[in-house]
């Protein structure tokens, strides 16, 4: 089982920026890639963005391409989403976790963008 702790969110206006950071717990953090995954009220839960093990390669929803970017430490069992140009349809609670797996979400950490 691996822990995740995400934080960094918060109340930002549209145009603005907030980076987020996901500790996770495990000594093989390094082997597997990771997601960001964000869950608006009343909306099921969707995909923003993956990289893989050692982040060479990146993948982002459609919706985010081009404003948000994902990357990682694998030194510090960290992984970032730099979320730039936020948009009030941006408002979610966003978690992280490991691709694939199967364990708990996180607490995830809540982004507010008013207009």
């Known amino acids: 089982q691996v822990q995740l702790v995400e934080s960094g969110g918060g109340l930002v206006q549209a145009g603005g920026s907030l980076r987020l950071s996901c500790a996770a717990s495990g000594r093989t953090f390094s082997t597997y890639a990771m997601g960001w995954f964000r869950q608006a009220p009343g909306k099921e839960r969707e995909f923003v963005a993956a990289?893989?093990?050692?982040?060479?390669?990146?993948y982002y929803a459609d919706s985010v391409k081009g404003r948000f970017t994902i990357s990682r430490d694998n030194a510090k069992n960290t992984v970032y989403v730099q979320m730039n140009s936020l948009k009030p349809e941006d408002t979610a609670v966003y978690y992280c976790?490991?691709?694939?797996?199967?364990?708990?979400w996180g607490q995830g950490t809540q982004v507010t963008v008013s207009p």
């Open positions: 976790r490991p691709i694939p797996y199967l364990g708990s």
């Open positions: 990289i893989s093990w050692n982040g060479g390669m990146t």
